[in-house]
């Protein structure tokens, strides 16, 4: 029998600090998130960022906290509950870190007598730290406890037409009626070194401005490609002038190089060069949560008026908007036929 697991990033059970501490813990000891040697990452999660951070960031999770949960738990529930009224596989919804975890949504799956899997990694391009995470702890989860499961998993959909559109509506019916002088695109930055370590020809990526226009192997992983090429096709599908909108990567974390340019350094600069109107939208998220409702349409809307801007645009993610909804069905019912997922 067919099922699906749907697999989004994850939450605190709340914003209280403690909740916070560890979600924060068990997110950032992932050692596809920090990968560094255990015993330096560990000094870094528990010795320094755990005794520092929990009670920051608890009070950012208060500002964006619904009075049903955690808005990524929320908005991926709803998601969940569309897929699975237009579908007739079953389907599961899980978080690679908090809860409900990737072994409770495979153990609802097992108990429906589910023994083929579909894996929904609601990443649209590759990373590390996102759908790379998922799939390993999926396979060690497999061969622990589902050993009679197999596994398929939906790669990045980044480019693909159905996403293109969908991204680009949900661009369009924000903007409307507002007007805007520049459009950014702001994906979460990752450390330089992660694009170089998914290169699979471990020569190509270079991030030296154009090795992702080079068109090579690598790019199947490379994220900074794919958030470039996601733009771009975004870009093109509404027929943007160039020069009204760029590209930027936001929450870097430590001390190390992160993909640039960085989007509050991009605010900041495009309100201060007389930018009056603003518009940000987040393409690698595909539901709303803290990276989006707090550091981007909250902090960066003030930075932006402390420069000189005058009027900033959010642009929500494609949440469970029903395009989105009919896109993922879809997928599912093609794969479930037997055909090619995503065709």
């Avoid at 569309?82 to 596989?89: F, G, N, P, R």
């Avoid at 390993?136 to 989860?141: D, F, G, Q, S």
């Avoid at 009919?326 to 055909?339: G, S, T």
């Amino acid at each position: 029998m067919k099922g699906v697991l749907l697999v989004n990033l994850g939450s605190p059970d709340s914003p209280n600090p403690k909740d916070v501490k560890r979600y924060l813990g068990q997110f950032l000891m992932d050692e596809r998130v920090i990968d560094v040697p255990y015993w330096l990452r560990s000094f870094i999660v528990k010795g320094i960022i755990l005794n520092t951070r929990p009670k920051k960031s608890a009070e950012a999770y208060q500002k964006i906290w619904w009075d049903e949960g955690s808005p990524l738990i929320v908005l991926s529930e709803r998601l969940r509950d569309k897929v699975d009224a237009m579908t007739s596989a079953p389907i599961a919804l899980a978080m690679r870190y908090g809860k409900p975890s990737l072994e409770t949504g495979l153990s609802q799956l097992h108990e429906k007598g589910v023994d083929e899997v579909l894996l929904v990694p609601l990443y649209p391009q590759f990373a590390m730290a996102t759908t790379e995470t998922i799939l390993v702890l999926a396979e060690e989860l497999r061969a622990t406890h589902f050993p009679n499961m197999q596994f398929t998993s939906v790669p990045a959909f980044y480019d693909h037409a159905d996403y293109i559109r969908v991204l680009s509506n949900s661009i369009q019916e924000s903007l409307q009626g507002k007007e805007w002088d520049h459009l950014l695109f702001s994906y979460h930055g990752v450390p330089e070194r992660h694009i170089r370590k998914s290169d699979i020809t471990r020569s190509h990526c270079k991030i030296d401005g154009q090795c992702c226009q080079t068109a090579s192997k690598a790019h199947q992983f490379c994220y900074r490609h794919q958030c470039y090429e996601t733009t771009r096709l975004v870009a093109e599908y509404l027929a943007l002038k160039e020069g009204t909108y760029s590209t930027s990567f936001q929450s870097r974390l430590g001390v190390d190089p992160w993909l640039q340019p960085y989007t509050d350094r991009t605010i900041d600069k495009y309100g201060k060069e007389g930018i009056e109107k603003l518009a940000v939208v987040t393409p690698a998220f595909v539901s709303d949560c803290l990276e989006t409702l707090e550091e981007i349409a909250m902090e960066g809307e003030e930075i932006f008026h402390e420069a000189g801007g005058k009027d900033f645009h959010f642009v929500p993610c494609i949440n469970d908007r029903e395009d989105w909804v009919k896109v993922l069905a879809r997928w599912i019912d093609q794969w479930a036929l037997a055909e090619n997922v995503m065709a």
